[in-house]
């Protein structure tokens, strides 16, 4: 199938590669042009493990290109995606401002019936104002039909996500574009999709995924509740550690306990500095004025928010026990800038939201992180950033570790201690073994251990 894919960021980015690797003829379009070109070169903006070497090859065999010229690209596709941003107004509500300018360019363009997908994560009542727009000049049902098509791929993950979703969403009224829909996503629904008619081998795909069809409005509850219910997790986990600690009990034991428990489950259950990055908070928020707009008051995802929240606190907190409360002047080490491991993204990172406080302290900063650091340098020019981690340590008088990339595990802890000036560590994510560090000589705070 021809597809355009209007936004090429990390969903958009992803899903063009994806539905390339497929088979599809895709063209993704973005405002952005130096991003375009080099892209149409090769290369990636971001870190996202093996995404490079499908664009490289889905760019040779000529299925994907990229461009800014949207009236060509969704002239000459029977499916336009639409992935651009839907960011948090001031409010809290998400800002639909990229989306009601992607569908003002493309009333213009089209000419035949078009298949026009949400993947944006967007709220109850947008599918409307798009269909406003269009309807100015083109009809819905003859010229084009809106499918509400959640992403959710974790980033760090991504490729392995595209090719194994959990489950495909597909809300919308019009059976000829669910058709069409559930056309597209054939390869992994059918247990038999023909492995050779695609031309690479890079990942294996999932196969029997449960495609849900919904209407539009449950389609995007799906994508709210999930990202809200995945940080009420974290925030819940957060709690029990905050209860652990004061009890002498190790929260990593009892959420291992736990996990095994099938109604729970072991994922999104590690007690930390808490939720950043791109999603979580900005669907959380979006989620509670949803209700707040239809006179409901979000108690539960308030305080999922507000616990958040504190883990920041808390952090610092533990830091200045081990530091005699003085900051000022004192050389910290931070390990991790990104939101998370495995990605460079440094979108709402809490590790730079801590970074801002401990600058507000007067501490001085030396920080690592294995691939974002260019990233976190344009949003935090003025810290010492550190390409190796045994650069970063020499000589601070605390270290933070604040992203679990495994390589923090394996670093040598007898010769950091020799290189720190005081002992100090506050591990963020619970990465390394509370026992063993206070066996190296460390003073050692982790989170609820
Ligand atoms: P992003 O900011 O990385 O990418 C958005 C892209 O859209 C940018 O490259 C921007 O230049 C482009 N753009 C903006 N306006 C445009 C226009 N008028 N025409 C063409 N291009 C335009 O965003 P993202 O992280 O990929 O997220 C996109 C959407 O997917 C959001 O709604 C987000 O909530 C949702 N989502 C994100 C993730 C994630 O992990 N990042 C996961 C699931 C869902």
Redesign the pocket.
């Known amino acids: 199938m021809n597809i355009s894919i209007?936004?090429?960021?990390?969903?958009?980015?992803v899903t063009g590669v994806g539905l390339a690797e497929l088979g599809n003829t895709v063209t993704c379009?973005?405002?952005?042009g130096a991003?375009i070109l080099s892209l149409n070169g090769g290369q990636v903006p971001?870190y996202e493990e093996g995404l490079k070497v499908l664009l490289s090859n889905n760019l040779e065999a000529e299925r994907l290109s990229f461009t800014t010229d949207?009236t060509n690209a969704v002239r000459t596709s029977s499916i336009v995606f639409i992935?651009?941003?839907?960011?948090s107004k001031q409010s809290g509500e998400?800002d639909l401002s990229?989306i009601i300018?992607?569908a003002e360019?493309i009333v213009e363009c089209i000419t035949d019936y078009k298949v026009i997908v949400l993947?944006?994560?967007?709220p109850v009542g947008t599918v409307e104002v798009i269909c406003r727009i269009l309807k100015q000049r083109i009809h819905e049902g003859k010229d084009f039909d809106i499918i509400v098509n959640?992403?959710?791929?974790?980033?760090g993950k991504?490729i392995y996500d595209f090719f194994h979703p959990a489950r495909i969403i597909i809300g919308g009224r019009s059976s000829k574009a669910i058709e069409l829909m559930q056309q597209l996503y054939a390869p992994f629904l059918s247990p038999d999709f023909e492995e050779s008619k695609r031309q690479f081998d890079e990942v294996k795909l999932g196969r029997n995924t449960p495609l849900i069809k919904t209407d539009i409005a449950s389609a995007q509850m799906i994508?709210y509740s999930s990202n809200a219910f995945l940080a009420t997790r974290i925030s819940f986990i957060n709690e029990i550690a905050s209860i652990c600690e004061r009890l002498g009990a190790n929260v990593k034991e009892v959420a291992r306990g736990m996990g095994y428990d099938t109604r729970i489950g072991h994922e999104y259950m590690e007690a930390g500095i808490g939720f950043g990055?791109?999603?979580l908070e900005?669907?959380l928020t979006a989620l509670m004025k949803i209700g707040e707009n239809y006179n409901y008051e979000p108690a539960l995802l308030k305080a999922v928010l507000e616990k958040n929240e504190y883990q920041v606190r808390l952090l610092i907190n533990k830091l200045k026990e081990l530091t005699d409360s003085l900051l000022y002047h004192k050389t910290i080490a931070v390990f991790g800038l990104a939101f998370k491991a495995e990605t460079s993204?440094v979108?709402n990172s809490v590790s730079l939201r801590i970074i801002e406080q401990l600058e507000k302290e007067g501490a001085r900063i030396k920080a690592h992180d294995p691939v974002a650091i260019e990233e976190a340098r344009k949003l935090k020019p003025a810290i010492q950033y550190c390409n190796d981690p045994y650069d970063a340590i020499d000589n601070a008088e605390a270290l933070l570790i604040l992203s679990d990339w495994s390589q923090y595990r394996e670093l040598d802890f007898t010769s950091i201690k020799k290189r720190m000036k005081s002992p100090n560590i506050v591990d963020g994510r619970n990465v390394l073994d509370p026992g063993k560090m206070i066996d190296t000589g460390f003073r050692y705070k982790g989170i609820g251990v």
């Open positions: 209007i936004g090429t960021g990390y969903v958009g980015l379009v973005d405002i952005d991003r971001f949207i992935a651009v941003g839907t960011p998400a990229q300018q992607v360019s993947k944006s994560t967007v959640p992403e959710f791929l974790r980033e991504a994508k990055g791109a999603c900005k669907d993204d979108r």
